[in-house]
Every structure is written in structure tokens, then in C-alpha cells.
């Protein structure tokens, strides 16, 4: 059986072989191993692919050996659920479903929840459960709480907003602390508000991109996962930059909700270790 070890703690001397030795004692071969020290933090992360069978005794041990306050799970074949947020565009939404239906991740996208129905024939075309959830006559408040009653009810491992278009109440934020993952453009970030791409033709720009990042109470200032871009020049119209834009926000997103999904995220402080 394959199984994803993760482990994160203060930084000690010999962890990497604390973790292996105890590994060899009781016969798990390790296939793949990934480490990173956060040397000003005093972090050390480290993600480990293993096969064998682990006994129940096996994270106690390891727990035991490590500094106090250790943070080790272990992760098996199952699919990382998934609950994804959306509005009116399909791009990243499409993405992500078309990923499911081709088994290209290990990813369970549980449901969508949306403020219009507008993409719901999209969601049921690939038999993902919808739900329209309007924000009309709602608070902020009150709307992000019959969202999170729904969500709840999955009570999913990840919350991907795919091109969600409405800020997210700091309750709501609290309430999936570490769950939530989003897409922006950036390499913009002079251009905020409606059309950004347009925002950018005007300025002349030679480079866009997208963001992926961990959703905090700083509007879109959480910790980022990854990021790509793309070069355009003065023949590219704000119409073509926004259509090359769709296309990175696309693949980011997926990739960001790939890499959670095989557990190679950690969340450091307002930044992130990702293994690739």
C-alpha cells in the first residue's frame, strides 16, 4: 500500500533520521522523500512516500522521538474532497471538472456552490451535485453561513474558489481556517477592480500571470501556493490579455488543488513549503 507521511516541528538535529530509522524498524520502504529546514523559523518539513503496512503503534512512536508539538499525518490512496465556491465564470470550474471526469488527479469534487445558477448546467453535465445558494436579500454574514451549512454537510478536506466573485466574511475564513484556496490574476497589482486586464492594456504591461494562494483575513494577501505568467506585448488586445489570463488562472488553480490533494502543501507562517 502506498501512503504519504507529513511531518512538520521545530527544527532539531537528527530528524530526517529519527523519521527513516523508525521507518526501517518497522519495514516501510521509503520510495520518495522531500525535506526543507525554514532556518530564521526554526521549521522543519518534511514529506515522506512510503509502502507497507503501518501498525497503529507507528505515529505514536514517531511522535514520541520528535519535539513536542509535532504535527505528522498519514495519508492513503483516498481521494482529497473537494468543495468548490463559484459565481458566473467556467474556466477554472470547467478546469477542475474536467480533471475529475479524465481521473487526472486524485481529487473528489463533492459539489458546487453557487450564487447564480448560471453554470449549473455545466456542474450537473458531469454529475457534480449543485447548489444555488443566492446572496440576494442577504447580509455578507448571512449568506457565508447558509454556504458554510452546506459545505458542512460534505465536510470536505478543501474549499476552492473558482473565480468565487465575493469577499469571504472573516467568520467564514475562521470557520475553514487553512482550507480555503483561491485564484486572482496577479503581476498586476496595480489593477484592482473591474477589468483588470483592461486596467492593464491601458498601462502597456508585458507580463500577466495568476496566483494561487490559502485564503486569510487579508483580501487576497493569504499565504501563495504558486504562481505562473506569460509575456503579451503592445499587439495584444485587453480582450486577448484576458482570454491568455483565463488560461494561466486555469491551470494554476487546478495545479494548487493537485498539489494539496497528494499532501505536498505546508502552510509556514504567511507563506507556504511546497514540494513539487
Given at each position: ?12 538535529v ?9 521507518c ?9 522523500n ?12 518534511m514529506?515522506?512516500?512510503?509502502t ?17 508539538g ?5 495519508h ?17 470550474l ?12 486524485n481529487?473528489e469534487?463533492q ?5 447564480y ?20 436579500g ?7 453561513d ?16 473558482a473565480?468565487?466573485?465575493?469577499v ?13 484556496i ?44 504558486m ?28 495545479k ?8 505536498k ?12
Amino acid at each position: 500500500m502506498s501512503i504519504v507521511l507529513t511531518t512538520q516541528c521545530r527544527d532539531d538535529v537528527g530528524l530526517i533520521a529519527k523519521v527513516t530509522g523508525l521507518c526501517y524498524e518497522h519495514n516501510l520502504n521509503i520510495v520518495r522523500n522531500n525535506e526543507f529546514v525554514d532556518k530564521a523559523g526554526e521549521r522543519f518539513f518534511m514529506r515522506t512516500e512510503l509502502t507497507g503496512d503501518v501498525g497503529e503503534q507507528f505515529l505514536p512512536q514517531l511522535r514520541s522521538v520528535l519535539p513536542d508539538g509535532a504535527q505528522v499525518h498519514l495519508h492513503g490512496n483516498e481521494k482529497t474532497k473537494v468543495v468548490l465556491l463559484a459565481t458566473k465564470e467556467a474556466h477554472c470550474l470547467g478546469g477542475m471538472l474536467l480533471k475529475q471526469y479524465e481521473n487526472a488527479f486524485n481529487v473528489e469534487i463533492q459539489a458546487v456552490i453557487a450564487n447564480y445558477d448560471t453554470l449549473k448546467p455545466l456542474v450537473e453535465g458531469f454529475g457534480v451535485p449543485f447548489h444555488l445558494v443566492s446572496h440576494q436579500g442577504l447580509t455578507r454574514e448571512q449568506h457565508d453561513d447558509a454556504m458554510a451549512q452546506v459545505i458542512e454537510q460534505y465536510q470536505p478536506d478543501f474549499i476552492g474558489l473558482a473565480k468565487y466573485m465575493r469577499v469571504l466574511s472573516p467568520q467564514f475564513v475562521a470557520r475553514f481556517s487553512n482550507q480555503i484556496i483561491n485564484i486572482h490574476h496577479s503581476f498586476l497589482p496595480a489593477f484592482i477592480g473591474a477589468k483588470p486586464y483592461h486596467q492593464a492594456f491601458e498601462r502597456g504591461v508585458k507580463i500577466i500571470g495568476a496566483t494561487a494562494h490559502f485564503v486569510n483575513d487579508e483580501l487576497d494577501e493569504g499565504p501563495i501556493i504558486m504562481q505562473d505568467v506569460t509575456q503579451v506585448s503592445h499587439a495584444d488586445s485587453a480582450e486577448a490579455m484576458a482570454k491568455m489570463g483565463r488560461d494561466i488562472e486555469k491551470v494554476v488553480f487546478c495545479k494548487a488543488i493537485q498539489l494539496a490533494a497528494e499532501h505536498k502543501l505546508f502552510i509556514n507562517g504567511n507563506k507556504t513549503v511546497v514540494f513539487a
